[in-house]
């Protein structure tokens, strides 16, 4: 552990950037709930409807970003990174045509997925939902290509070129939001075409730093032989064992809201503020996933030093930071986080509250857990990943269904806390066993 704080700064400033990156469309949409509870109540909850199912589409972009800096760590010829810079963007072309598809032609499936047939007639929420999918649907493609865009620059050491792109879509998405809401009476529309407008700009910003590196000078190589075709297919794979871990989430993201929308429709209000605060302070840790990757990847490459546990610890510690300001505001000063949502009934505040002081118990147990998982890549047991994902939503839907039966709103935040505490006994040694044998070869 004598290299503890080298390995520290370094994931940190690694990760730094990937962190705003990643976070930033979790925070996009925080915002954009801030001011959809300003036009009214069922805009909020039409926008939360949506974040699931828009997370399924955003979870490609975060697993290609994710496989892409793998993969690339391990390569050392500039030639088969090239073929993987190639792969990453057709398999991102044709990952938006088949979403773009299912969003615009299955409008159907879409709305029985949210949850809106469930609703009493005469609600306006379908109406908000519609109003506010049919723009949505439009920033996939943008998101895809931003998630890479970062990638590639912190990949590239181009930290700082990073941060101030993602701080500077931020700044524009809250001017945006303010204006379309505020000013022009464009409601969840608004919301919508700012989301769409500040990706777009991130891309543009994205491209500028990019564009002389030696990365994404031409020539490039063919797409027409078997070397592209193997690199093609090992993205593909990386790419889909990550998307699957994440699309699980979100499908069961998706259950979950249905479960309190069958609680009442005060319940998915209650539900929707608690899991927005905690996707905040989750969301903030998944560039220190990618951060990881990339400098784990490295080590294992170079061979050029056999700490690996002191890097998965020194990770580990940023999460622990960054959670545990997460658990002092949710502790300490829950009525100022719900004070950022207005129109919610002052009767609520009690049991949101409640909610908040679990999920600082659920952010403590995840934080020794939340770098196990996404290790395995490292590892080369992506499989491991998925099995993990699997096993924690089937326990905490399972636990789900039958609380929320005798606890109401609460069954869902227990049957979190049990989740996140079995896949910690479970799969935190097996990712123990399989970095020990990597540190022996």
């Not at 075409?193 to 500028?208: A, D, P, R």
């Not at 096993?391 to 269904?401: N, R, S, T």
């Amino acid at each position: 552990m004598k290299n503890f704080k080298t390995h520290f700064y370094q994931i940190g400033k690694i990760s730094f950037p990937l962190t705003l990156a990643t976070a930033s469309g979790t925070l996009l949409v925080f915002i954009d709930s801030l001011f959809a509870t300003r036009v009214s109540i069922e805009s909020y909850e039409a926008v939360f409807l949506t974040v699931p199912i828009m997370g399924v589409g955003t979870g490609i972009g975060i697993g290609l970003a994710a496989a892409i800096a793998d993969l690339v760590s391990k390569e050392k010829e500039l030639v088969n990174i090239k073929r993987l810079i190639s792969a990453s963007f057709l398999l991102s072309f044709i990952s938006m045509l088949i979403f773009l598809y299912t969003a615009i032609f299955e409008m159907d499936m879409i709305e029985r997925v949210a949850g809106l047939q469930e609703l009493k007639s005469g609600s306006l929420i379908p109406f908000e939902f519609r109003k506010y999918w049919n723009v949505i649907l439009w920033t996939f493609p943008v998101q895809i290509l931003f998630s890479l865009t970062i990638q590639f620059l912190t990949i590239l050491e181009k930290q700082k070129a990073g941060i101030y792109i993602v701080l500077t879509i931020l700044a524009i998405n809250v001017l945006l939001d303010y204006l379309f809401t505020q000013i022009f009476p464009w409601g969840v529309e608004g919301l919508a075409y700012s989301t769409m407008g500040v990706f777009t700009v991130g891309v543009l910003l994205s491209i500028i730093p990019l564009k002389n590196e030696s990365y994404f000078k031409t020539p490039y190589p063919t797409i027409f032989n078997k070397a592209f075709l193997r690199s093609f297919g090992q993205l593909t794979l990386t790419t889909l064992l990550i998307f699957m871990s994440i699309v699980i989430f979100s499908i069961t993201g998706i259950l979950l809201n249905k479960m309190a929308l069958g609680i009442s429709a005060t319940s998915l209000v209650t539900y929707a503020v608690f899991r927005q605060i905690m996707e905040v302070i989750i969301m903030t840790t998944r560039g220190l996933s990618g951060g990881f990757i990339i400098y784990l990847g490295n080590a294992l490459r170079d061979k050029a030093t056999k700490e690996y546990f002191p890097i998965y610890w020194a990770a580990t510690a940023w999460i622990g930071i960054i959670h545990l300001v997460g658990i002092v505001l949710m502790c300490f000063f829950p009525y100022q986080l719900i004070n950022l949502f207005e129109n919610i009934d002052s009767e609520l505040y009690g049991d949101i509250h409640s909610l908040l002081l679990l999920g600082s118990v659920i952010l403590a147990i995840f934080i020794a857990p939340k770098l196990a998982q996404i290790g395995f890549i490292s590892v080369d047991k992506s499989a491991m990943l998925v099995i993990n994902s699997v096993c924690f939503v089937a326990i905490e839907l399972i636990a789900a269904h039958y609380w929320t039966k005798t606890y109401g709103v609460f069954g869902l935040a227990y049957a979190e806390l049990v989740a996140c505490a079995s896949t910690l006994l479970i799969f935190m040694p097996l990712f123990f066993y399989y970095l020990n044998n990597a540190r022996k070869e």
